[in-house]
């Protein structure tokens, strides 16, 4: 078995309690509860429970297309062509 390094478990944590640190301070701020913040936006409008699909499936295209920039960016990273580098990761050349 692959042991975790300690550091970047360390970070996952900070990471994890940071986000859990955002939301409570939300809710105390807001005045909304917690559970009403988790659920799901459909549940919350009364709307038909399908449609938010083409929400979630507009997430998912955004996520697979930075990973696939990001893995591009990674591949090219040593060729001559620097400019499309720089698109594959948006930077500025």
């Not at 078995?1 to 478990?9: A, E, F, G, N, V």
């Not at 913040?37 to 038909?48: E, L, Q, T």
């Not at 920039?69 to 990674?74: L, N, P």
């Not at 720089?86 to 948006?90: C, E, G, L, M, Q």
């Given at each position: 078995?692959?042991?975790?390094?300690?550091?970047?478990?360390l970070f996952t944590f900070i990471a994890y309690i940071s986000a859990l640190v955002?939301?409570?301070?939300m809710s105390f701020i807001l005045g909304v509860d917690i559970p009403l913040?988790?659920?799901?936006?459909?549940?919350?409008?009364?709307?038909?429970p399908l449609?938010?699909?083409?929400s979630s499936l507009g997430i998912?295209?955004?996520c697979a297309v930075v990973s696939i920039?990001?893995?591009?960016?990674?591949v090219l990273r040593h060729?001559?062509?620097r400019e499309i580098v720089?698109?594959?990761?948006?930077r500025p050349y």
């Open positions: 078995m692959k042991k975790i390094p300690s550091r970047q478990l955002v939301v409570a301070g913040m988790a659920r799901d936006v459909a549940a919350i409008g009364n709307i038909h449609s938010g699909f083409l998912l295209l955004w920039c990001f893995f591009m960016a990674r060729s001559n062509q720089n698109f594959y990761i948006i």
